[in-house]
């Protein structure tokens, strides 16, 4: 079993900035993307950004260019770099690390909670 750790997350201001940081238990390169996800009360996850093994990146249209999503994989990380923090950027954000082609398809973490206040 992969285990998958978020960390990072915490309270800001509008306009602030946060790094939030993921950790697998095996090698980040073994899976074929890495994904950030957010789910805020009553609403369903959504995508929030992608990083694939060859390095390609997908963001979320309402990200804007505000975040960033890289990997660093001497410490089998995956960062999420957010900027310019908005009220409606308030959630739980998770990792999930993806494997389309193995069971079990994807392993995801517990979350970590991000709160910008106005």
């Known amino acids: 079993q992969v285990q998958v750790v978020e960390s990072g997350g915490g309270l800001v201001q509008a306009g602030g900035s946060l790094r939030l940081s993921c950790v697998a238990s095996?090698?980040?390169?073994?899976?074929?993307?890495m994904g950030w996800y957010r789910q805020a009360p009553g609403k369903q996850r959504e995508l929030v950004a992608l990083i694939t093994r060859l390095g390609g990146t997908d963001y979320a249209d309402s990200i804007n260019g505000r975040f960033t999503i890289s990997r660093d994989y001497a410490k089998n990380t995956v960062y999420l770099q957010m900027n310019n923090l908005q009220p409606e950027d308030t959630a739980v954000y998770y990792c999930?690390?993806?494997?389309?082609?193995?069971?079990?398809?994807?392993?995801w973490g517990q979350g970590t909670q991000v709160t910008v206040s106005s």
């Open positions: 095996r090698s980040i390169s073994s899976f074929d993307n």
């Open positions: 999930k690390a993806s494997q389309p082609h193995t069971l079990p398809n994807a392993y």
